[in-house]
């Protein structure tokens, strides 16, 4: 009997019924069918790429406490930059010199939030995109994404135009911070090159344009060409990692 190769068992039941002179006589037979080369079912999911994997209850939930730790920051760094924009004066209840390095604040604030939460989601929450769970690899992501939260409320405490330099300064701390986690998502695969290469145009961008302005500590024109220039970086941002901020 061959029985090295068997991977699958059937059973078959076969009823042959006939008539005899006392009425219908049946008589009923089970077959085994041995199969060979058709693997057994197992016990365990499918590993196939076609198999989503799942993620546990308990992973979801610390994801979701760092993401929320985060978040919690943007979201007051938002509102204070808001709050600077606005005034208690009547007659001039807002504060248009501000405007500029409101609008630059924005112009970095939202490509921010949208891709650490698509990264999030993508690398953590997505079952059909996430990687392999490393609880270190959350922290470092978690805190990483917090101090970039911090230099955002920094940065929405120097909309006024005598601190554009501290504006600015903060900026590159944050590109700085960005690169580093950058750098590490990289080597584990994740596909943030285009925002590796954002980060040095951007940074190599700010430094040239504080050089220049450096005689004005106290004028309106460096806010009006950070505008500009985030305003080209944020476009090209965009454009080259199109596929993590609208996958």
Known sequence: MRDAGRTGISFFKSVVCARGPRGPRCHISFIQVVNYGSPLPS????????????????????????????????????????KSFASDNQDHPLYWNRAPALAAFLLVFFPFFQSMNQYFYSTYLNPETALKF???Y???????FTLESGCFFTMSRSLAPHRWQRFYTTLLILMFIDVGWAAVSYSRGVHVGGWLVMDFIVVAAILAMMWFERARPASVRP????????TITTALGYWLEKDMYFP
């Open 223 to 230: 806010g009006y060409i950070g505008l500009a220039l985030l």
């Open 43 to 82: 016990s365990q999911p499918s590993l196939s790429n076609d198999v989503p994997m799942t993620i546990p209850g308990n992973v979801t939930n610390t994801v979701t406490f760092f993401q929320g730790a985060f978040t919690i920051i943007l979201s007051l760094s938002l509102g204070e930059a808001l």
């Open 138 to 144: 959350l922290v470092f992501d978690g805190a990483m």
């Open 134 to 136: 490393y609880p270190a």
